[in-house]
């Protein structure tokens, strides 16, 4: 149990354009969803955390009008980068917490990687 | 906020040698702690985790204890396989708002047979 899936697993864009990654969980319902960005060698950091039906909370310095996501099921989310650059070229993870459980454990999926050309 | 500092990798051992991983973390109040474990081409598992201070956690072989004085969660195991090579990040999340995971840089095991 606790599965859960992205969509595409790699993408290659060009520059200007906007790419969608979506994030699934296949077998129970992910009140929250949380969207990290993972660099070569370097940690994964937190990008935003989104809830079902709400807007997303970005985190300092992430900018939310390039990276725009939204949470409209509770299976589903959706991560937008708008009008992409090299610069944005990188490791795209998601994960999805189910919050009646007390656990709050998050899921992660594969991971998405993009790179725009 | 938290913050999780981690050794370098990548660390390289024979099969059946002993590993650690240092980790050390920052945080304001009592984080719960984890490792995480990545193996190639898939996503983040959870290996083990701790919720309060002296507690240890554990699971396929590895070992990881909450230690408050120290401000660290260490991760061992006494004897390494070849399939446990893989990226091992450590982790602390916050037990307020939205529980959000900070992570360590994360130390890549390399393991030869």
């Known amino acids: 149990g606790a599965v859960v899936s992205q969509h595409p697993s790699w993408v290659i864009c060009k520059s200007g354009t906007s790419v969608k990654i979506e994030c699934r969980s296949l077998?129970?319902?992910?009140?929250?969803m949380f969207w990290y960005r993972q660099f070569p060698k370097k940690s994964l950091m937190l990008m935003a955390t989104?809830?079902?039906?709400?807007?997303?909370?970005?985190e300092q310095g992430v900018e939310k009008d390039k990276f725009l996501i939204n949470h409209a099921s509770l299976t589903l989310s959706t991560l937008t980068v708008t009008s992409a650059h090299p610069e944005d070229s990188s490791f795209y993870i998601c994960?999805?917490?189910?919050?009646?459980?007390?656990?709050?454990?998050?899921?992660f999926g594969p991971g998405t990687r993009l790179t725009v050309t | 906020g938290n913050s999780v500092t981690q050794m370098e990798g990548p660390v390289t051992l024979s099969e059946e040698a002993f590993l650690t991983i240092n980790c050390t973390y920052t945080?304001?109040?009592?984080?719960?702690l984890f490792w995480y474990v990545q193996y190639p081409g898939e996503g983040l598992q959870l290996l083990l985790k701790?919720?309060?201070?002296?507690d240890k956690g554990s699971n396929k072989g590895f070992e990881a204890t909450y230690r408050k004085e120290t401000t660290s969660f260490h991760l061992e195991k006494g004897s390494v396989q070849v399939s446990d090579s893989a990226v091992y990040f450590c982790?602390?999340?916050?037990?307020?708002?939205?529980?959000?995971?900070?992570f360590g840089t994360g130390t890549r095991l390399l393991v030869s047979p």
């Open positions: 994960s999805a917490r189910e919050d009646r459980k007390s656990s709050y454990e998050q899921y």
């Open positions: 077998d129970f319902q992910a009140t929250t």
């Open positions: 989104s809830n079902e039906g709400s807007k997303a909370t970005y």
């Open positions: 945080a304001t109040g009592y984080p719960s």
């Open positions: 701790a919720t309060k201070a002296d």
């Open positions: 982790a602390a999340r916050e037990n307020t708002g939205f529980q959000k995971l900070v």
